[in-house]
């Protein structure tokens, strides 16, 4: 394995700021990574508060855990949490099947790459724990996979009955997996990991009883040796810990919905877009009614659902807060402040998206007494595959150029040199000679009769159409000469700028894993380093 890193040019809007000059956005975020002193601080902000639920916590985790193949590495972490000078580093991710996009594979790296350099940093426990957000119910944004074509990628859906149950609740549909699971085989090639992968895929599907289940099957399966943690945000039993903050959020949901316009507004006056635009009276929780997750709004001193004649009092909510708080779950604007209030976090591990809105929320955080906790953005990287990075080594080629989104440039640039003649340029010349030799034509016609007028217009509408048909049979005719090698051009941007996008938010891990095993990814973060400002390239 080889690595190797981008250069700063490809980060952009306020991740760059955000890492390169900060004094533009430091104001939104209460600690600034770049001080030599963060951790320190961070750490004397955690130590100065409590966590009385800890014990409980850990009690949970450890419920889930003991269950999962080759849980010892995850029981030790959970043991170290239960002390309390332990901290955690967390990020997290939607259920996606197959654990969706790469990128989420690059968080849970990101996790323990910092956890094992924190805690040799600052002599201390650090344990890496992933935020599964299991109390979301849009299906339709972790139910696909994208699987490879006779040209690029397709996308393939899970079939399954479309509900507003979270993914905790949701039933895996396992027949239609099964389905699914034949499919990606038949588009994955046949190697020395393919049968094992196959054959865990079907055994997980069918022991899974739910997405999140499903998702954690999977992570887990990737990452068992370093003990990463799952803490699933629809568990009922976490709900019952976090029955405290859920009163605290009903009991200042006005100043809430305030505070949050407020940091929208204060980003925005930065002149950054603001990625978290929300309804004024988005109460910002969500409350489970018969199976279905529902949005609840505050207006006029009243919660309500709406296009419903559902309505509530604050106490009515607050009492059920207290019998029932698996009913309640957070959004988008919640759920930090949940997981900050929940976890003596250390650092949390940001995508650019996160961060963005994230950077809306510090209004917020200090309404309830809290600090954004350090924002360390996440791993970012392009896998090239062996016989990508042969073919760039013959072409010396930059697997960077093509990361960047110049690979078609670059293969029109290169089938333009096998011309004898530039096609564009002879038929440029040849419409310009068309159109001044049928200039007159047309002014003549135009004088004698608005018919003939109109006969000029068409007859000289032909005579470009048929130039433009002549030039792509030309172009046509080269590209057929050079077909071979155009493929190659092509097979080389499918991989590492699919569909236009980076690598990292389109495939999934499964088509690498189906090349190079299981423990490709903890290879790559034996070989990675502690710093993520710069995206990776990891040569396999």
Known sequence: MRIERLNKMHLQGLLYDYLEQPARCQKRFSYDIHDANWLRERVADISARSFPHRQALCDELEKKHAGLPHAEPCLNHIHKLRKDESLVVVGGQQTGILTGPLYTVYKAMSLIIMARHYEQTLQRPVVPVFWVAGEDHDLDEIRFVYMKATRGWQKHVLEDERTDESATDKAFPKAAFSVLSQKLF????????????????????????????FFQVMMHKLFAEEGLLYLDSGDQAIRQLERPFFRALIQQTEELQNMQQAGNEALTKLGYPSTLVTARENAHLFLTI?????????ADGHF?????????????????????????SNNVVTRPLMQEWLLPTLA?????????????????????????PPIVPRLSATIVPRHIEKWLLEQSESAAAYIA???IRKRESWLE?????????????AQKEIEQAHRPLRQLARQMSPTLRELSEENHLKLQQQLQFLKEKMLQEVRGKHAVHLRKFDEAIDWLYPQSKPQERLLSMIIFVNLYGFNLFSRMIAETPPSFDRPFIYYL
């Open 405 to 407: 989104g110049e690979g």
């Open 186 to 213: 038949s588009s994955l090639p046949e190697t020395m990991h393919t049968q094992h992968l196959q054959a865990f895929l079907l055994e997980a599907a069918q022991t899974s009883q739910t997405y999140s289940d």
């Open 304 to 328: 309500f659902i709406k296009g419903t004649n559902l309505s509530y009092t604050r106490e009515t909510l607050l009492a059920m807060v207290e019998e029932t708080p698996e009913r309640f």
């Open 290 to 298: 018969d199976g279905t997750r529902r949005r609840l709004d505050y």
């Open 417 to 429: 040199k096998k011309q004898s003649l530039s096609i564009e340029d002879v038929v440029h010349e």
């Open 348 to 372: 949390f591990s940001a995508g650019p998206g996160e961060l963005s809105y994230w950077a809306t929320l510090k209004e917020v955080f200090t309404l309830y007494g809290l600090k954004i």
